[in-house]
């Protein structure tokens, strides 16, 4: 495996390693939503849930989509999943 790769995964492997995160990736899978939905089935608080998906966003694992005046996460990282869903 390149560096390149195994640097990827260890970042990855490090966004999702909190217990918050990982929830929220989890949720995620299933299907796109808002910070407000996350808060909401978390019982987080709103900053902390932002810091979080900046944290995602930032790893390259979710992108969020405008829609309207609210901002929808998604998923985009094949590696993510894999390792979300236990195939890692």
């Not at 407000?36 to 089935?41: F, L, M, P």
Request: glycine share 10%; hydrophobic share 45%.
């Amino acid at each position: 495996m390149m560096k390149e790769g195994v640097a990827e995964l260890a970042e990855i492997y490090g966004a999702l390693g909190h217990p918050v995160r990982l929830a929220i990736a989890r949720g995620l899978l299933d299907n796109a939503c808002n910070v407000n939905k996350i808060v909401r089935a978390l019982k987080v608080k709103q900053s902390s849930v932002s810091q979080h998906l900046k944290i995602m966003k930032n790893a390259g694992i979710i992108r969020g989509e405008r829609q309207g005046v609210r901002i929808c996460y998604r998923i985009i990282s094949a590696k993510a999943i894999k390792i979300i869903k236990g195939g890692m």
